[in-house]
């Protein structure tokens, strides 16, 4: 089964059109909080979050710069509004947390964040999610969902940004 993609020129026109829309995320190299830092401390230094979410013991501040980053900070706090742990979590460890089978989109835009794409292929029945992320080399991660948004597979491979147009 091949990975999905879209010609390189349209691609290559998508990430120029979300780098200059994503100002917001800015340019994050590193997110460094340390435990029981303040909500608010946080709010000042990187601005509002791309997306806040529940978790059972308080809430998860995402920080992507997806589509056209590779880095996804979270941010979790307590229920009083203090850091528990801040981390990038576009990473080979990370993603081998996914359980195909046991996880749902809902789990992976939790632990993630939004993709950088949602694409369908035609020989995949579900959404195909995209994550854009760098380990040495900048790569793609995908994940394969079924209809009812259930994870049934995952695969990673290389961007190649640089690659000659084969339209």
Do not use: H
């Not at 995320?25 to 806040?52: C, S, Y």
């Amino acid at each position: 089964m091949s990975a999905p993609c879209l010609p390189l020129r349209k691609l290559t026109a998508a990430l120029a059109a979300a780098a200059l829309l994503g100002g917001c995320a800015g340019v994050l190299q590193r997110v460094d909080f340390a435990p029981g830092t303040p909500r608010a401390d946080v709010l000042a230094r990187l601005g509002p979050p791309g997306r806040v979410v529940a978790l059972a013991d308080g809430e998860r501040l995402q920080y992507s710069q997806q589509p056209a980053g590779q880095f996804a900070y979270m941010v979790d706090l307590d229920r009083s509004g203090r850091v528990v742990q801040a981390r990038q979590v576009l990473t080979g460890n990370e993603f081998a947390r996914v359980r195909p089978g046991e996880w749902t989109r809902a789990d992976v835009e939790r632990e993630f964040g939004r993709p950088a794409m949602v694409e369908r292929t035609g020989d995949w029945a579900g959404d195909v999610l995209t994550y854009r992320w760098n380990d040495g080399s900048d790569m793609f991660f995908w994940v394969y969902l079924d209809s009812g948004n259930v994870v049934r597979r995952t695969q990673q491979g290389m961007e190649f940004i640089n690659a000659p147009n084969r339209d």
